[in-house]
Nanobody, 120 residues
Framework: HVQLVESGGESVQPGGSLRLSCAASGYTASRYCMAWFRQAPGKEREAVATIDGFGWTTYADSVKGRFTISRDNARNTLYLVMDGLKPEDTAIYYC???????????????WGQGTQVTVS
């Protein structure tokens, strides 16, 4: 049984920083594609950052240079460090994972419950 549990979301002022964590169980995070998505009120869910089974990362243009995705294989945990936060970063952030190493278009197999980030 695969579980993804996010944590770290909170309210911060513009320009602040946060680190989100996604602890995986029943799943080997190091082998596969994992990603962070977000969904703001009234907007569609969007991919924020991905990391594939080889550690290659991609970012949405809106967060490039401010957000960093990484993975601690020993802890089986995915992270998202968010610097220079803006009010438009306010959203529920979700961790997602696939059962293949490649990221890119397509569905994700597993999702966390989400963690709220508010920037104001």
């Amino acid at each position: 049984h695969v579980q993804l549990v996010e944590s770290g979301g909170e309210s911060v002022q513009p320009g602040g920083s946060l680190r989100l964590s996604c602890a995986a169980s029943g799943y080997t995070a190091s082998r596969y594609c994992m990603a962070w998505f977000r969904q703001a009120p009234g907007k569609e869910r969007e991919a924020v950052a991905t990391i594939d089974g080889f550690g290659w990362t991609t970012y949405a243009d809106s967060v490039k240079g401010r957000f960093t995705i990484s993975r601690d294989n020993a802890r089986n945990t995915l992270y998202l460090v968010m610097d220079g936060l803006k009010p438009e970063d306010t959203a529920i952030y979700y961790c997602a994972a696939r059962r293949i190493w490649a990221c890119g278009p397509g569905e994700y197999d597993y999702w966390g419950q989400g963690t709220q980030v508010t920037v104001s």
